[in-house]
């Protein structure tokens, strides 16, 4: 399986349409690939909280619209990163998109987990509820977005769902990009499958982004890794090596906690 992920640079002196416009020919670009991956929230920056209401869209409003074209014309599975939605309910969710190589919807999935601690994202955007995976023709993804890498318990359930590639699309500030790299491949190891985590380049609002997307093997191993500025990130996946590490090496099997109820013992 060959996947790519667009580590598109997000800067302010480029419009949303611009930008969108310029996603959607890279997207093209990558026809041949299995997957494509954009970051999270390319269309207004991750950190630039005060576009946030403004570019807010529908699930299929125009970023669906120009995405869904791209993934047609170049025949891959896209995961288009996220997008401001706007709910039905009215709120602000940070949505991810995944499309068919037919560019229809094959799932969308809003951030379960948000950051900001009490002040942006955390209270600008409503929380997902539900862990999403999307079934490929030779493996099954596990959705995941940016903050989310830090809460393993996730991952887990991802895992329990089939998954065995995770995709991670993120807008990581620069001045923890050690975390990102060291969290992408503690979710390898532990859950024994393939991280694709795609970043953004560039600066939002004020925040230098961390760039260096990864892929990481089920082993932990980075197989690629972008620098700072924009870039494709292009590695080939082998998606029969997770079933092959989690026989070499069945951990998974020996796991305790999280698969029953807790067992309350009778008061003394």
Same mark, same amino acid.
């Given at each position: 399986m060959r996947a790519s992920l667009i580590q598109i640079a997000v800067n302010e /002196?480029?419009?949303?349409? !611009? %930008?969108r416009l310029r996603a959607a020919a890279l997207v093209r670009e990558q026809a041949g690939a299995d997957l494509v991956v954009l970051p999270e929230l390319w269309t207004t920056g991750a950190f630039a909280f005060d576009a946030f209401d403004a570019a807010a869209e529908p *699930? %299929? $409003? =125009? @970023?669906?619209?120009?995405m869904a074209k791209a993934a047609g014309d170049a025949g891959v599975w896209l995961h288009a990163g996220s997008v401001p939605e706007r709910g039905a309910d009215g709120r602000l969710y940070n949505t991810s998109l995944v499309l068919s190589p037919s560019g229809d919807l094959a799932a969308s999935y809003r951030k379960i987990h948000r950051f900001g601690f009490d002040k942006g994202e955390a209270v600008l955007m409503g929380a997902g509820r539900e862990p999403v995976t999307v079934r490929l023709a030779d493996t099954t993804l596990g959705v995941a977005t940016c903050y989310d890498l830090r809460f393993p318990e996730l991952f887990r359930s991802l895992v329990d769902e089939g998954a065995e590639v995770l995709v991670v699309p993120a807008g990581w500030p620069e001045r923890r990009r050690s975390h990102w790299t060291l969290l992408a491949r503690a979710r390898a190891v532990e859950n024994q499958a393939f991280v694709l985590a795609c970043g @953004?380049? $560039?600066?939002h609002a004020g925040v230098p982004q961390a760039g260096h997307s990864? +892929? +990481? /093997? =089920?082993?932990g191993e980075v197989l690629a890794e972008a620098g700072a500025d924009e870039e494709v990130l292009t590695v080939d996946l082998d &998606? !029969?090596? +997770? !079933?092959r590490t989690r026989e070499q090496? &069945? !951990?998974?099997? /020996? %796991? +305790? *906690? $999280? *698969?029953? &109820? &807790? %067992? @309350?013992e009778p008061a003394v």
């Amino acid at each position: 399986m060959r996947a790519s992920l667009i580590q598109i640079a997000v800067n302010e /002196d480029e419009t949303v349409e !611009a %930008r969108r416009l310029r996603a959607a020919a890279l997207v093209r670009e990558q026809a041949g690939a299995d997957l494509v991956v954009l970051p999270e929230l390319w269309t207004t920056g991750a950190f630039a909280f005060d576009a946030f209401d403004a570019a807010a869209e529908p *699930l %299929r $409003g =125009p @970023t669906y619209e120009a995405m869904a074209k791209a993934a047609g014309d170049a025949g891959v599975w896209l995961h288009a990163g996220s997008v401001p939605e706007r709910g039905a309910d009215g709120r602000l969710y940070n949505t991810s998109l995944v499309l068919s190589p037919s560019g229809d919807l094959a799932a969308s999935y809003r951030k379960i987990h948000r950051f900001g601690f009490d002040k942006g994202e955390a209270v600008l955007m409503g929380a997902g509820r539900e862990p999403v995976t999307v079934r490929l023709a030779d493996t099954t993804l596990g959705v995941a977005t940016c903050y989310d890498l830090r809460f393993p318990e996730l991952f887990r359930s991802l895992v329990d769902e089939g998954a065995e590639v995770l995709v991670v699309p993120a807008g990581w500030p620069e001045r923890r990009r050690s975390h990102w790299t060291l969290l992408a491949r503690a979710r390898a190891v532990e859950n024994q499958a393939f991280v694709l985590a795609c970043g @953004t380049a $560039g600066t939002h609002a004020g925040v230098p982004q961390a760039g260096h997307s990864i +892929v +990481v /093997d =089920p082993w932990g191993e980075v197989l690629a890794e972008a620098g700072a500025d924009e870039e494709v990130l292009t590695v080939d996946l082998d &998606p !029969a090596k +997770v !079933a092959r590490t989690r026989e070499q090496f &069945p !951990a998974l099997k /020996d %796991r +305790v *906690l $999280g *698969l029953e &109820p &807790p %067992r @309350t013992e009778p008061a003394v």
